[in-house]
């Protein structure tokens, strides 16, 4: 949608598939012109990049066989797997030393990694993981919400002034003609309930 109302038509984007770790510079080298891969904003992002409008809202969560890891002194002494440069990546370094990481660079391969029992626990952003488990049902979501709520948003590159403002200005659109709300309702309201809408979007 955001393509079509700025270029035109939508088929004239190109998606260009990034990891975690790679999406800043992605930004810096001029690869991609906006990211929209479930970007969390923080501080020390937007010290290198400038975020729009955020649209959505997330907190971390952790997945497990049968939901066994309810909290984090059920991870001592076990293996957690994440993704290298994520919020949880920084989460669980900089407050819980004590806990040993297992870093992937690819979605893929940590939740395979979870899979294979290669460690006890996944962590990433809750929203993407309550999805997972709903896929993969013998694994439930022990901690749903960790950590401090934060916001997922596109960015631009550092100083890309006009096309920060565009998108400021395109987000409060979607919002305010509903596209948001139906985008939720076909997408993610299968997966958390219509009742969660006004826990996960931002829109008003």
Do not use: C
Not at 23 to 33: N, P
């Amino acid at each position: 949608q955001i393509a079509k109302d700025l270029l035109g038509d939508e088929s004239k984007v190109k998606f260009e598939l990034v990891e975690a770790a790679s999406r800043v510079e992605f930004l810096k080298s001029g690869k991609v012109d906006v990211i929209m891969a479930n970007f969390t904003q923080t501080k020390e992002r937007a010290e290198v990049v400038d975020f729009a409008t955020p649209y959505m809202k997330v907190a971390l969560g952790v997945v497990s066989k049968n939901g066994e890891i309810q909290s984090i002194d059920d991870l001592k002494g076990k293996k957690l797997i994440l993704n290298k440069g994520t919020t949880a990546d920084f989460y669980f370094t900089k407050n819980h030393p004590e806990i040993e990481l297992l870093k992937y660079d690819q979605n893929t391969e940590a939740f395979l990694a979870l899979k294979d029992g290669r460690g006890a626990a996944l962590a990433h952003d809750n929203l993407l993981v309550f999805a997972w488990a709903k896929e993969n049902p013998e694994f439930k979501v022990g901690i749903g919400k960790l950590g401090e709520e934060d916001v997922i948003a596109p960015a631009v590159k550092k100083g890309d002034k006009e096309l920060l403002e565009w998108l400021n200005s395109e987000i409060k659109t979607l919002n305010e003609n509903g596209f948001m709300k139906e985008a939720y309702n076909q997408t993610l309201a299968p997966i958390y309930g219509e009742n969660q809408m006004e826990s996960v979007l931002l829109a008003k």
